[in-house]
């Protein structure tokens, strides 16, 4: 077989400056935990459960293992095996994982990516949002200005004259529309919502300072508890996502420990993406059993190392910050 013409692309996508810089960054986080007492960990890149989540595509091989031939996933986040250590008596925890999403390439995107992701057991939400600012001012070394908190809805009520929870989807569907620039009339609310946020109202978040938006609808709790809004009694989930010029950063939650509850997300995402048309993905079955030992309440945070860097250091895309990118691998 002929092999590909090159034409240089055997060159890193990062200059090597850039790369001592990455390695002075990626000291400061470790830094960061150790002052905290906090317990670094690796867990595997593969995992005989991947993500459910209909949003996420999963990556996965087949391998020889003491069990014969066996499909394994390449994990989406290091969550389900750090899931597990906590419920053997970590305590608190962080790793710089190898993550790995399908389809996901771009100016802030890759296949293969970092992710930084820790686990406070006991800790509130609220306090794990204040340690995720503590940490992102850190690693800048500088102020990006005050730590902000504002309410899912109340943005679309701004920014869009709706209400996410109660607008008719037929509404949505046509803002939708008129914002994408495409058709979207047979569109779900939460297709119609994760459009909206992205399009309009995402790209001016954290301009002026940190942005933790809370009190996502409970459709997206993901892996998060459920709560209800005093509002109106609405549900919504206990999470947060962090922004910094116009950019998302992190992902946290109060973390759900209920294994019949988790088992359930873990159904109902699948039949989801039967639906969607989307392939099944096998279900971390350890996890849950994890759960059902006794996984202590407390919050964690996902947040895209990567993106963290490209911000620190001005770059203009992941692939400046990376000794390797997608195209390039």
């Known amino acids: 077989m002929t092999p590909p013409e090159t034409n240089g692309d055997w060159r890193p996508s990062a200059t090597l400056e850039t790369l001592r810089q990455r390695a002075r960054l990626l000291a400061r986080v470790r830094a960061f935990f150790a ?33 014969g031939r ?73 102020d990006p200005g005050p730590l902000t908190r504002r309410r899912y809805r109340d943005l679309f009520r701004e920014r869009l004259e709706v209400d996410p929870f109660t607008t008719p989807l037929e509404t949505l569907r046509e803002l939708s529309s008129a914002h994408g620039d495409l058709s979207m009339a047979d569109a779900e609310r939460e297709t119609c919502l994760d459009l909206l946020m992205s399009l309009v109202i995402e790209p001016e978040l954290g301009r002026q300072s940190i942005e933790a938006i809370v009190d996502y609808p409970a459709a997206q709790a993901a892996l998060a508890r459920r709560r209800i809004d005093p509002e109106d009694g609405a549900e919504v989930a206990a999470r947060f996502e962090i922004y910094l010029q116009g950019v998302e950063l992190a992902n946290g939650y109060d973390e759900l420990v209920d294994a019949d509850e988790q088992a359930a997300r873990f159904a109902s995402d699948n039949r989801q993406r039967e639906a969607l048309d989307k392939p099944m993905v096998d279900v971390d079955h350890r996890l849950v059993a994890a759960l059902e030992a006794g996984m202590p309440a407390g919050s964690g945070v996902a947040l895209g190392l990567d993106r963290l860097i490209q911000l620190a250091l001005g770059k203009a895309s992941l692939s400046e910050v990376m000794a390797f990118s997608t195209p390039r691998c």
């Not at 002052?35 to 960990?41: H, I, T």
């Not at 996901?104 to 800790?123: K, Q």
């Open 35 to 67: 002052e905290r007492d906090v317990l670094e960990v690796e867990t595997p890149v593969l995992g005989h459960g991947g993500s459910t989540d209909a949003h996420l595509d999963s990556l996965s091989l087949t391998a020889t293992t003491p069990a």
């Open 70 to 142: 066996e499909r394994l996933w390449l994990q989406t986040s290091p969550e389900f095996h750090m899931k597990r250590l906590l419920a053997a008596g970590s305590g608190p925890i962080f790793q710089l994982a190898r993550s790995f999403r399908d389809g996901e390439v771009g100016r802030r995107h890759n296949l293969e990516f970092t992710m930084l992701e820790w686990y406070r057991p006991a800790l509130s939400l609220e306090g794990l949002i204040e340690e995720c600012a503590a940490l992102i001012r850190h690693v800048l070394d500088r």
